[in-house]
């Protein structure tokens, strides 16, 4: 009997193909909100995984390679804890990490990762580290668990490519390595991050924090806390308010490999509003000074220094101020007061008598500034903020001068900022330092000898962008440091060095954990090796400008 197919049936026909593709199309949907939703949820936990065994890693780098080792294990073990997946540990080896000294990678890791971000560098496996000269300045954590597949549920339906998806855990942490030695010192005019002296014919030079640039100080005295003249103090390398302090970390023998390297996690930014370091007010002498020395290539006595990770200057010439014999190359001399009557007769700048005309305010308020300026020279000590006058010390009472760096006059900016250094002429040396009356033999300049380019090969930039007797690389103002330790590293002689206001102060020597507000991070080069043995101590230093601006330090998540 022949079938008869009615137009019923044909419907019934037609619903049954589209109940059958819209059911395909519900469930691709279906599948696609389940599947997606199970790879956020993967997502999440491979990320959560990667983010906490990077910061957990990146708290142990030390600059050393003993750092590294603990950090690749402290990651491996935190990402175990994880799970992905429901159930799946995370399981990652020394072959997931990498090390770097910022958080922006140049080049792709194993899984192709990461994208491109600046400013960048290089990262570098961990697997490759090998010694502490190595590891030194490597400070950020790479951890990357690797691309994961994941089954589908529903979306394979739509065919076999649709049968597994694949997700990553990827994350960066560490902290920027400021360079900021922990050594404390106190700032000269606290309430005035700059301020300017303004001369007879009208130009102007720059004073930041009470400091001029080009001028020497010896930083051991500029501490006169709890009314003791010269008490020193270090910053604690790692403990930073309003975090707990320990006060082991502000032992000699615990903050002197940090001198060592000029490294700390102190807190810092751009204005230090609020920004407080714990500050601990005695120490032992003889790592500290090792560790100072270190960049004059004095790797001897058990010094806690490693030339690899914390090497010598490249140039080690002691800027002396008074020569022996006098008259020999090298010193101060040749380009201060070449052929001079009057010569410098002391290293630094006698404090109390380069301050006496600053009129900052409030100098006789108790325990803020020992240094009383006699009512003769400062009339009106109590004036608010009154405008400080050029200094009147004797030339050849400064000690030595422009060493590395000249001073600067001062901008239009209110408050003012740097401008262009000093010119080296007789003209401006003598306005800024009473220098007008030294005779010279002949007619001579008094800085005929200063140096006019920088020495061939040495690095272009800042700190010392201008020609001056250390960024030489040759004749009488360099010294090359012995050849086990060359070539040695540009500018290692510059301590970037914590400014605190020591008018909050309470209590003598022997404190720790005691905290104190930070006013900036000072430059001082180094001009000869320290001295804390001696009576008085000295760490004579070259104000060479404030560091500006400041990495933020803090060991934090960047990717």
Not at 470 to 480: E, H, I, K, L, R
Request: glycine content about 10%; some cysteine.
């Amino acid at each position: 009997m022949p079938v008869v197919i009615t137009s019923r049936s044909r419907q019934r026909g037609v619903v049954a193909i589209m109940a059958g593709l819209t059911a395909v199309t519900l469930f691709a949907f279906g599948g696609l909100v389940l599947d997606l939703g199970h790879l956020y949820i993967a997502k999440s936990e491979l990320q959560n995984a990667s983010d906490a065994a990077a910061l957990a890693g990146a708290k142990e780098l030390n600059n050393k390679l003993s750092g590294v080792t603990a950090a690749v294990n402290k990651a491996i073990a935190i990402a175990a804890q994880h799970r992905y997946d429901f159930s799946k540990p995370v399981s990652i080896t020394i072959a997931n990490i990498r090390v770097a000294s910022c958080p922006n990678a140049n080049n792709l890791n194993t899984w192709s990762r990461p994208s491109l971000r600046s400013p960048t560098c290089t990262f570098v496996p961990a697997a490759s580290i090998t010694s502490d000269a190595q590891a030194s300045g490597l400070s950020f954590l790479e951890v990357d668990t690797g691309t994961q597949s994941l089954n589908t549920y529903l979306m394979r339906v739509a065919g076999a490519a649709f049968n597994t998806t694949q997700t990553a855990g990827y994350s960066v942490a560490g902290q920027f390595l400021t360079n900021v030695t922990p050594i404390g010192v106190c700032a000269i005019d606290p309430d005035n991050k700059t301020r300017k002296y303004t001369y007879p014919d009208g130009s102007s030079e720059l004073i930041e924090l009470g400091f001029r640039r080009g001028v020497s100080y010896n930083i051991i005295q500029l501490n006169p806390l709890g009314g003791s003249n010269g008490t020193p103090f270090l910053i604690n390398p790692v403990d930073a308010p309003p975090a707990a302090c320990d006060p082991s970390h502000s032992s000699a023998n615990f903050t002197a490999p940090f001198v060592c390297q000029g490294n700390s996690a102190v807190v810092s930014g751009d204005d230090f509003a609020g920004t407080k370091v714990y500050v601990n007010t005695g120490f032992s002498a003889g790592p500290i000074q090792r560790a100072l020395n270190s960049r004059f290539a004095e790797f001897g006595g058990g010094s806690p220094c490693d030339p690899g990770s914390a090497p010598s200057d490249s140039n080690i010439k002691h800027f002396k101020a008074n020569a022996t014999p006098p008259g020999a190359a090298g010193h101060p001399r040749d380009w201060m007061e070449h052929d001079a009557s009057v010569l410098p007769n002391r290293q630094t700048v006698s404090l109390n008598e380069e301050l006496n005309p600053l009129n900052t305010t409030n100098l006789h308020e108790p325990n803020y500034w020992p240094f009383a300026t006699p009512p003769s020279l400062n009339p009106n000590p109590y004036a608010p903020n009154p405008p400080p006058t050029p200094p009147t010390l004797p030339f050849e009472q400064y000690g030595a001068l422009w060493s590395y760096t000249r001073a600067y006059h001062a901008d239009g900016s209110s408050p003012p900022k740097a401008g262009l250094p000093f010119d080296a002429t007789n003209a401006e040396w003598a306005k800024i330092y009473n220098g007008g009356n030294a005779t010279t033999a002949g007619g001579r300049n008094l800085l005929s000898s200063y140096p006019s380019s920088l020495g061939s090969g040495f690095p272009v930039g800042t700190p010392a962008a201008q020609p001056s007797p250390y960024n030489q690389t040759s004749g009488d103002y360099f010294d090359a440091p012995p050849p086990m330790y060359r070539p040695g590293v540009p500018h290692r002689r510059v301590l970037n060095i914590v400014i605190v206001d020591c008018r909050a102060f309470v209590g003598s020597g022997g404190l720790s954990c005691q905290a104190l507000d930070v006013k900036g991070i000072g430059k001082f080069f180094m001009q000869i090796p320290a001295d804390l043995n001696g009576s008085p101590k000295r760490i004579e230093t070259e104000f060479a400008g404030l560091v500006d601006p400041i990495p933020t330090g803090g060991i934090r998540l960047y990717r």
